[in-house]
Structure formats: structure tokens, C-alpha cells
């Protein structure tokens, strides 16, 4: 199986911050990167996909990067409706995992 | 537009069994793969499987394997995840999804509300 570890666990930031998190595939998985959005109560939102590639209806401040083990995932000028946590999944193969979430909370 | 609604909320005691179903609307029920992932409470999320509508053939995470089945109604436009010999480390919340298999990616678009599954004695 594929093992995707995120970084950070977690972390506390500002309205108008940047934020980076990252997500590493324990082998190469080609672009075949998901990020997914998550907020108390609610189910997962898709943000990303290809690694890179923007959901029709997600805010221009998110942005994907990354191939092959390593991926960002960057939130350019951080809002309030942006502290929730953040999933990676690699659509590799099955399973298809999911890295353990990067919980953005308000500092 | 696109909908994944599932069934309510249960209450299971140990060792039994529970079948959640997920009805599709909007769309070709038979062109898309359904996932089901669970997250138990203040946990992360878990893949556990995916079923093909259209032929019925699925893929299981191991750990599931075996007291997992997942089934689908082409007539309903619905899937269903049923599993067996529930513990109390079953409870958790149960998502369906939709997966997009485009030349650009593969990816979990469209999300049913969710299932809780509560097991307790």
C-alpha cells in the first residue's frame, strides 16, 4: 500500500497569512494528487486534483504542486473560512489512501 | 445536479451487521466508481473500498476485507456497503463518493451527507 504522510499535523495561523502544507507518497504517484477541504460536521470538499488542477467553484488562493512523492498544497492570502482540515489521497492505486489531515486553526 | 443522499443514522450492537445505502441522482449511475470511506470520531479519513455500477466489480482495503460487502441497484441508482461483525471501533461516520476518472486524474467529486453508525450494547 501507499503511505501518504502530511506535514504539518497541524498549525495555527493568521487571517492574510500564506499557508503551506505538504504531503509526501511513499513512492512515486505521478500527479495522481487529491486535496480535499474538510469543516466540522460536513463532508469532505474537493479542492485539488492532478496535483495541481483547481475545482470549478474553489477560491483562486488555493494552489496544488508538486509530482511523483512530493506535493504543496498552498493557501496564498489565508481567510476565515478557510480554518478546517485538509486531506491528501492518492489516486494511484487502491487503496486509495488519504494522508492523516492538517488541521488549520485560527492563531 | 449531481446528489448523493444516504440512509439514516443507526445503532448497532456488537456483532451485528449494518447496511448503508447511497441513492445517486443527476448522473450516469453506471459511468462512475463509488467509494466508501469512513472517519471515526476526531479521526482522519479511511478508505475502505469502491464498487464499479456498472459490473459490479469491487475492490476492498484489506483490513476490510472479509466482513465488508459493497452492492449496487443499477435499477435504484444506488449503492450499498454493508458490514458485518461490528465493533465499537466501527463507529464512525460513512461517506459514499463519487469518483471522476478523467485523463487529467482521479478524484472523489460528489459526496453523499454521510451515515453515523453508532455500535454499542
Known amino acids: 500500500d501507499i503511505q501518504m504522510t502530511q506535514s504539518p499535523s497541524s498549525l495555527s495561523a493568521s487571517v492574510g497569512d500564506r499557508v503551506t502544507i505538504t504531503c509526501r507518497a511513499s513512492?512515486?504517484?505521478?500527479?495522481?494528487l487529491t486535496w480535499y477541504q474538510q469543516k466540522p460536521g460536513k463532508a469532505p470538499k474537493l479542492l485539488i486534483y492532478?496535483?495541481?488542477s483547481l475545482q470549478s467553484g474553489v477560491p483562486s488562493r488555493f494552489s496544488g504542486g508538486g509530482s511523483g512523492t512530493d506535493f504543496t498544497l498552498t493557501i496564498s492570502s489565508l481567510q476565515p473560512e478557510d480554518f478546517a482540515t485538509y486531506y491528501c489521497?492518492?489516486?494511484?492505486?487502491?487503496?486509495?489512501?488519504f494522508g492523516q489531515g492538517t488541521k488549520v486553526e485560527i492563531k | 445536479q449531481v446528489q448523493l443522499v444516504q440512509s439514516g443514522a443507526e445503532l448497532k450492537k456488537p456483532g451485528a451487521s449494518v447496511k448503508v445505502s447511497c441513492k445517486a441522482s443527476?448522473?450516469?449511475?453506471?459511468?462512475?466508481?463509488m467509494h466508501w470511506v469512513r472517519q471515526a470520531p476526531g479521526q482522519g479519513l479511511d478508505w475502505m473500498g469502491r464498487?464499479?455500477?456498472?459490473?459490479?466489480?469491487?475492490n476492498y482495503a484489506q483490513k476490510f476485507q472479509g466482513r465488508v460487502t459493497m452492492t449496487r441497484d443499477t435499477s435504484m441508482s444506488s449503492a450499498y456497503m454493508e458490514l458485518n461483525r461490528l465493533t465499537s471501533d466501527d463507529t464512525a461516520m460513512y461517506y459514499c463518493?463519487?469518483?471522476?476518472?478523467?485523463?487529467?486524474?482521479?478524484?472523489?467529486?460528489?459526496w453523499g451527507q454521510g451515515t453515523l453508525l453508532t455500535v454499542s450494547s
Open positions: 463518493a463519487r469518483e471522476v476518472e478523467a485523463t487529467t486524474g482521479r478524484f472523489l467529486d460528489y
Open positions: 443527476g448522473y450516469t449511475f453506471t459511468a462512475y466508481y
Open positions: 464498487i464499479n455500477p456498472n459490473t459490479g466489480v469491487t
Open positions: 513512492q512515486s504517484i505521478g500527479t495522481y
Open positions: 492532478a496535483a495541481s
Open positions: 489521497q492518492q489516486s494511484y492505486s487502491t487503496p486509495r489512501t
